[in-house]
């Protein structure tokens, strides 16, 4: 939706968002379709892959209906980011959460329970999302007849090879979990988890930043604005390191404590929090770079970016989970990404986005590095380090955070 949209004239837009969903819904009930195919004639047993976890009979037709009514829902959403509509875009994506608990609420108190509390719940919590987006934007998504509109040329091909970059890049993400069923036990997945989960706290933010910013992103590639961009690409870096460091810093000096909190285990394996943490300030270029690729339409050289990081972090798994363990898989995960990096720059220079990449990302991670050396200190090295940290960071980006302050209405 965000690489197309802003190519589009006003009048098309609507057109090609009814008929995007129109297709979008043949192709979820066409995938629905097969496999009920596959299940009647017994090609394949879902209860046999799914285990414990299968829904009831009865709970199918809720599934059919929930899939439906998110497709549309995200659909709808994510062309109100195209659309540059970014208040109503943050507002609708956290809604449905703030809805999810609140009808979770109301149905367990009416007695609703099992699968039927979590359908019921989050069906009508997308409802209530789709008429509050409607409602903003009606006659932006609306039209029913598009049998005379057609897609941009070449959609289909950028569509399909989008469709598989993407699924290669949720196995990306779930590898080295795969791996450590296979290798270890579900005690280490459980360790491993939850301390990336500890570590993604400090892009948590960023990435919401990231979110909106990419629809912004997409008009000035569109409108080939090549200084501006760099501009824009500068900005984003620095927010992003700004929040993450800062972030960082507290999880890194602290990690003994937090970890404990988990169990007296997790903090045996603090450096994967720490190796998690600088894997994050990789992560922001890879991404950043793999967006501008896709939305200047480079979905082969995005498709061939997410094959390579696969099979690099294949081979790295192989040679240094023995010798590593645990923390092996993370410095994989840190060797394909900055491989990804590599790969994306260069892409993105020869379609002449010649991108600098600032010394001060390698200052901050020997910062976190440091940090996470005296982090078994007390309490009260802990505390000097980390204001002393904080301070360093605030002036090393000290221009920014101005920036920000001035362009904050309440400061104007």
């Given amino acids: 939706m965000i690489k197309y949209i802003p190519s589009l004239k006003v009048k098309e837009i609507p057109f090609f968002i009814s008929k995007y969903i129109k297709q979008s819904l043949l192709l979820l009930l066409g995938v629905f379709s097969i496999i009920w195919f596959l299940d009647v004639f017994k090609l394949i047993d879902l209860g046999g892959l799914l285990g414990d976890n299968t829904p009831p009979v009865s709970m199918y037709k809720w599934i059919v209906l929930w899939s439906v009514l998110y497709l549309t829902y995200y659909i709808l959403n994510s062309s109100q980011s ?3 509509q970014l208040k109503d875009f ?10 999810l608990f609140f009808f979770l609420i109301i149905f367990y108190y009416l007695g609703v329970k099992s699968w039927h509390l979590i359908f019921y719940s989050s069906t009508v919590a997308i409802v209530f999302c789709i008429i509050f987006i409607l409602s903003k934007n009606f006659k932006s998504f609306l039209i029913f007849n598009t049998k005379e509109y057609s897609f941009p040329s070449g959609f289909w091909r950028y569509s399909i090879t989008m469709y598989l970059s993407t699924f290669l890049t949720f196995l990306y993400e779930k590898l ?14 459980g360790i491993y988890f939850g301390i990336m989960k500890v570590a993604f706290i400090s892009k948590l933010i960023p990435q919401i930043i990231n979110r909106g910013l990419i629809s912004s992103l997409s008009n000035l590639i569109h409108l080939n604005a090549i200084d501006e961009i760099r501009v824009y690409y500068r900005k984003i870096i ?6 993450c460091t800062l972030i960082s810093i507290v999880l890194i000096v602290f990690s003994n404590f937090i970890l404990e909190l988990f169990g007296s285990v997790f903090a045996d394996y603090k450096l994967i929090l720490l190796l998690f943490i600088i894997t994050a300030f990789i992560d922001f270029y890879e991404t950043l770079n793999t967006n501008i690729l896709i939305l200047k339409g480079e979905d082969k050289k995005v498709f061939i970016n997410t094959v390579f ?17 645990l923390e092996g898989l993370v410095l994989s995960r ?20 010649h991108f600098n990449y600032s010394i001060k ?3 901050l991670i020997v910062l976190i590095i440091l940090l996470y050396m005296i982090s078994s200190y007390s309490v009260t090295y802990k505390i000097i380090f980390s204001l002393t940290s904080i301070i360093i960071v605030t002036l090393m980006n000290k221009k920014d955070i101005v920036n920000i302050l001035k362009n904050i209405p309440i400061w104007k």
């Fill in 82 to 84: 195209a659309i540059l």
């Fill in 90 to 99: 943050a507002i609708a994506s956290k809604l449905y959460f703030f809805l």
């Fill in 176 to 189: 080295d979990q795969i791996i450590i069923l296979m290798v270890f036990d579900l005690k280490f997945l």
């Fill in 238 to 243: 620095s927010a992003n390191y700004l929040i």
């Fill in 309 to 325: 990081k696969n099979i690099s972090f294949l081979v790295s798994a192989y040679f240094l989970l023995p010798i590593f363990n």
């Fill in 334 to 353: 840190i060797i394909s990404l900055i491989i990804g990096v590599i790969y994306t720059r260069y892409n993105l220079n020869k379609v002449s986005y």
């Fill in 361 to 363: 990302t390698l200052v």
